[in-house]
């Protein structure tokens, strides 16, 4: 869903019925196939979506959302442990450690089996007609958009960058590290539904929330695969250490390349500048 298909005069109801199609379509094609390429985007679709959700909440039936967020949930949940395994498998194949392909190979099984319950899954939540109906029963409130964004998005800003300040902190932690990653997603996600009513000018913006995203999510990446390491520490100890250390030292040359840009291009001026932008949807 863009902004070139999507008109500035939709409705909530509009925006997430084309949501939820976008989603039907990229699950569909990851009960197929559910590569890595698959797996990423059935999870953008879902966060997507589940921001519609949440900013728009006032409109939809409060039952119906919260019913097809939590099996969203479930299903993001388990596309999270695939893309943990794809990319714990890409990172052991670029450390150049030696003898690190019985690991890998031992990745690639668990990684079969999770998909096949993967795939599975997706089948079972084929109802995205009837998720739209349910949403569209008893709308409570005929919400604007422009409206909606004018009264959100300045707050999500303001609280967008006292996060990456924390972020972008030398005594910040990899928790913290965390937490800013999952805000700034959502910050962009949220963004992105009002496309349509900001035109060309927020998608030059958005080109830093995205900068910053990569470079979060190449961060946690490190993190995710120590972790998931040591779940295969049994019968591979020396490996998982010389591969967990190697990844300690990357993580933290990208958390510096990370604070260095944040400071760079994210300072109180930018604050300013993105929340008086935000507070007033162009006049069509």
Same mark, same amino acid.
């Given at each position: 869903?863009?902004a070139?298909?999507?008109s500035?005069?939709?409705s909530?109801l509009?925006?997430?019925s084309?949501?939820?199609d976008h989603l039907a379509n990229?699950m569909?094609?990851a009960a197929?196939?559910p590569d890595?390429?698959a797996?990423?985007d059935v999870?953008?679709a879902?966060?997507?979506?589940?921001?519609c959700l949440?900013?728009?909440?006032?409109?939809?039936?409060?039952?119906?959302?919260?019913?097809i967020d939590?099996k969203?949930s479930?299903?993001l949940?388990?596309a999270?442990?695939l893309?943990?395994l794809? @990319?714990a498998?890409e #990172?052991?194949k670029?450390?150049?450690?030696?003898?690190?392909g019985? %690991?890998i190979r =031992?990745?690639? &099984?668990?990684?079969?089996s999770?998909?096949?319950?993967f795939?599975?899954?997706?089948?079972?939540?084929?109802i995205?007609?009837?998720?739209?109906?349910?949403l569209a029963?008893k709308?409570k409130?005929?919400?604007?958009?422009?409206?909606?964004a004018?009264?959100t998005?300045?707050?999500?800003?303001?609280?967008f960058f006292e996060a990456?300040?924390?972020a972008?902190d030398p005594a910040?932690?990899?928790?913290t590290?965390h937490?800013?990653?999952i805000?700034?997603k959502k910050f962009?996600?949220?963004l992105e539904?009002f496309?349509p009513q900001?035109g060309?000018?927020?998608?030059?913006?958005m080109e830093?929330?995205?900068? @910053?995203?990569?470079? #979060?999510?190449?961060?946690?990446?490190?993190?995710?695969?120590?972790? %998931?390491?040591? =779940?295969?520490? &049994?019968?591979?100890k020396?490996?998982v250490?010389q591969a967990?250390?190697k990844?300690?030292?990357?993580?933290?040359?990208q958390?510096?390349?990370f604070r260095?840009y944040?400071?760079k291009?994210?300072d109180?001026?930018?604050?300013?500048?993105?929340?008086?932008?935000?507070?007033?949807?162009?006049?069509?």
């Amino acid at each position: 869903m863009t902004a070139a298909t999507v008109s500035p005069a939709v409705s909530p109801l509009e925006i997430a019925s084309a949501l939820l199609d976008h989603l039907a379509n990229e699950m569909r094609k990851a009960a197929k196939k559910p590569d890595s390429d698959a797996v990423h985007d059935v999870r953008v679709a879902i966060r997507r979506t589940r921001e519609c959700l949440k900013i728009f909440a006032p409109a939809f039936p409060s039952r119906a959302a919260r019913s097809i967020d939590k099996k969203l949930s479930k299903v993001l949940e388990a596309a999270g442990e695939l893309r943990n395994l794809d @990319i714990a498998i890409e #990172l052991l194949k670029a450390s150049g450690l030696p003898k690190s392909g019985e %690991l890998i190979r =031992e990745l690639g &099984k668990d990684r079969l089996s999770r998909a096949a319950d993967f795939s599975e899954a997706l089948e079972e939540l084929d109802i995205v007609q009837k998720w739209k109906s349910k949403l569209a029963g008893k709308e409570k409130e005929n919400l604007q958009p422009a409206d909606v964004a004018q009264e959100t998005l300045p707050g999500l800003a303001a609280g967008f960058f006292e996060a990456g300040q924390s972020a972008a902190d030398p005594a910040a932690d990899s928790k913290t590290l965390h937490k800013f990653r999952i805000r700034s997603k959502k910050f962009r996600y949220a963004l992105e539904l009002f496309a349509p009513q900001y035109g060309p000018t927020l998608e030059k913006r958005m080109e830093v929330l995205k900068n @910053i995203q990569t470079r #979060l999510g190449n961060i946690n990446d490190c993190f995710a695969t120590q972790a %998931l390491l040591d =779940e295969y520490r &049994k019968g591979h100890k020396p490996l998982v250490d010389q591969a967990k250390e190697k990844l300690a030292k990357k993580a933290l040359t990208q958390v510096r390349a990370f604070r260095a840009y944040w400071h760079k291009s994210m300072d109180q001026a930018q604050r300013d500048t993105w929340i008086e932008y935000l507070s007033h949807v162009p006049t069509p």
